[in-house]
């Protein structure tokens, strides 16, 4: 279990680093009123922007071995503390001081997870679900992300929709995607050990390599859309959230239920979901024009 919470910081960080360089990446794309299947392939001329794709496949490695060690719903909490990371970029990045209540955010967050962990003790399951369950899941999860297309993009409704309103459905969106896909992670490390036959010959690759292209794009698009301060939100909270109600589902992971137990997971994301909100509201993220004129600066002519 050591191993796993080691790798999932370590995870934490790359994905993180991948955040931070994929917007400024993507930050001077034009915007889209639609879903842009070309958007990959623009941002992919950006050294930046494939900066941050280098430490989303870091990240992703430490992902897959920590899952390897440890149960989906221990890993993924700790991937919240993205958030973290993320306002320590922006603190280094941007002039701004770091206000009282930053810290505060900060501190409530991580006191949030590491409550969560002491009193939910995810531990159990098994290394397979069936797949009924695995179709029952992924059919859940692709509609979800239809209906955040739908909202993000209009159809009909809201054509004239704000960049931080779609950035933060997008991010929603993606965090649900992000989740599913570390519980195919979770099936597909259980064949590491396996071989190659029975790693390509077992569908979870498969279904990964679509789903982690997918998300690609979803990510991208959130990036691209509006603030980070907007997008964050959803990918630091729902991805974590989702992973743990499939790890319950599909493979059979447990929370200590003791009343006491509840009480304190209650608490733990009251303060969790309260320093997330806060912290991706800070003065360091918001202002990210300022982190923008500093990122460029530092890593001169990335952007262009």
Same mark, same amino acid.
Request: net charge neutral; aromatic share 10%; hydrophobic share 55%.
């Given at each position: 279990?050591?191993?796993?919470?080691?790798?999932?910081?370590?995870?934490?960080?790359?994905?993180?680093?991948?955040?931070?360089?994929?917007?400024?990446?993507?930050?001077?794309?034009?915007?889209?009123?639609?879903?842009?299947?070309? @958007?990959? #392939?623009? /941002?992919? &001329? $950006? %050294?930046?922007?494939?900066?941050?794709?280098?430490?989303? +496949? !870091? =990240?992703?490695?430490?992902?897959?071995?920590?899952?390897?060690?440890?149960?989906?719903?221990?890993?993924?909490?700790?991937?919240?503390?993205?958030?973290?990371?993320?306002?320590?970029?922006?603190?280094?990045?941007?002039?701004?001081?770091?206000?009282?209540?930053?810290?505060?955010?900060?501190?409530?967050?991580?006191?949030?997870?590491?409550?969560?962990?002491?009193?939910?003790?995810?531990?159990?399951?098994?290394?397979?679900?069936?797949?009924?369950?695995?179709?029952?899941?992924?059919?859940?999860?692709?509609?979800?992300?239809?209906?955040?297309?739908? @909202?993000? #993009?209009? /159809?009909? &409704? $809201? %054509?004239?929709?704000?960049?931080?309103?779609?950035?933060? +459905? !997008? =991010?929603?969106?993606?965090?649900?995607?992000?989740?599913?896909?570390?519980?195919?992670?979770?099936?597909?490390?259980?064949?590491?050990?396996?071989?190659?036959?029975?790693?390509?010959?077992?569908?979870?690759?498969?279904?990964?390599?679509?789903?982690?292209?997918?998300?690609?794009?979803?990510?991208?698009?959130?990036?691209?859309?509006?603030?980070?301060?907007?997008?964050?939100?959803?990918?630091?909270?729902?991805?974590?959230?989702?992973?743990?109600?499939?790890?319950?589902?599909?493979?059979?992971?447990?929370?200590?239920?003791?009343?006491?137990?509840?009480?304190?997971?209650? /608490?733990?994301?009251?303060?969790?979901?309260?320093?997330?909100?806060?912290?991706?509201?800070?003065?360091?993220?918001?202002?990210?024009?300022?982190?923008?004129?500093?990122?460029?600066?530092?890593?001169?002519?990335?952007?262009?």
């Amino acid at each position: 279990m050591d191993k796993a919470i080691v790798l999932a910081l370590a995870a934490s960080v790359c994905t993180a680093t991948s955040s931070v360089c994929q917007r400024l990446g993507a930050r001077s794309t034009s915007e889209t009123t639609g879903l842009d299947f070309w @958007l990959v #392939f623009r /941002l992919a &001329r $950006r %050294p930046i922007w494939l900066l941050g794709i280098a430490s989303m +496949i !870091l =990240g992703f490695v430490f992902q897959l071995t920590a899952l390897h060690y440890g149960a989906l719903a221990l890993v993924q909490p700790i991937l919240a503390l993205e958030l973290l990371f993320v306002f320590g970029y922006m603190a280094v990045l941007g002039s701004r001081g770091v206000k009282p209540r930053d810290w505060l955010a900060a501190a409530a967050m991580s006191s949030g997870l590491a409550l969560f962990l002491f009193a939910a003790s995810p531990s159990g399951g098994r290394s397979h679900a069936p797949a009924s369950m695995w179709l029952l899941a992924g059919f859940v999860t692709l509609a979800v992300v239809l209906v955040g297309l739908a @909202l993000a #993009f209009g /159809l009909g &409704r $809201r %054509p004239s929709a704000s960049p931080s309103y779609r950035a933060a +459905i !997008l =991010g929603a969106s993606t965090g649900v995607a992000w989740g599913f896909v570390a519980a195919v992670i979770k099936e597909f490390s259980s064949h590491l050990g396996d071989g190659a036959a029975a790693i390509f010959t077992n569908w979870s690759v498969y279904v990964l390599i679509g789903a982690g292209a997918a998300s690609l794009l979803l990510a991208s698009h959130a990036l691209a859309a509006g603030p980070l301060a907007a997008s964050q939100p959803g990918f630091t909270i729902l991805d974590p959230l989702a992973a743990s109600l499939l790890g319950l589902f599909l493979f059979g992971e447990h929370f200590q239920a003791a009343t006491a137990d509840l009480a304190l997971e209650a /608490l733990a994301l009251a303060l969790l979901v309260s320093g997330v909100t806060a912290l991706s509201h800070s003065h360091l993220i918001v202002g990210e024009d300022e982190m923008q004129r500093a990122g460029e600066a530092s890593w001169s002519g990335a952007g262009a």
